[in-house]
């Protein structure tokens, strides 16, 4: 028991070091590997899913596979570009920071394009895009500090964004419709809580700096 108490000053020290914030550094890592090469052709595939899904009326089975199609092969790469980085020590600043912005590009295009088709109300589009332009505002706010990455929050998050959109672009009978609202309903509560847990750990962060930089004014 009093080890545990021993430990919690460390752990809420606003200038200890936070496992979720890490210092930008890209040392002896290559700028141009398979990672980033995967993430990079993730931003290039959304123009192209953009395109597929609003062909036509933009309810045509044939192209509603199609942008489907072009969607999850868009969103695998997600999970194999951190696979890759992680086992082979590919991770840099340019891979934290694009990595998110490109998942945020694709969910943002595919919600965008469906409340355009009519498919998904605009209300559950606008409460992510707003969440997700302001968490990528705020990652670029405090980067000459730190880089924030995607967190384990995030990518369940993107997960459960990109299984319900899933269900809405397929053109699935009605009985599915049910299960798409409640994938879409734990997405939206995803997003929102993670967005005010990347705001929190930008709010230490920058408090952990200020305490620093008065510590170095003071010469304490």
Known sequence: ??????????????TAPNP????ASDTHV???NIANVL???????VPVFLVVLLIGDGHETLWRLAATGVF??????DRIDGQLARKYGLVTDFGKLADPIADKALIGAALVGLSVLGDLPWWVTVIIAVRELGITLLRFAVL????????????????????AIGFYLLPLPDAFDLAGWVLMGAAVALTVITGLDYVVQAVRLRAGVHKVEMNAGTGA
């Not at 028991?1 to 606003?14: F, I, L, V, W």
């Not at 500090?145 to 993107?158: Q, S």
């Open 39 to 45: 993430t990079i052709l993730r931003i290039l595939l």
């Open 20 to 23: 979720t914030v890490e210092p």
């Open 144 to 163: 000459r500090h730190a880089v924030i990455p995607a967190g384990r929050g995030g990518k369940l998050k993107t997960l459960v964004q990109s299984i």
């Open 72 to 77: 999850a092969v868009a969103a695998i790469t």
């Open 1 to 14: 028991m009093s080890t545990q108490r021993e430990d919690r000053p460390a752990a809420e020290d606003p």
């Open 30 to 32: 290559p700028l141009l």
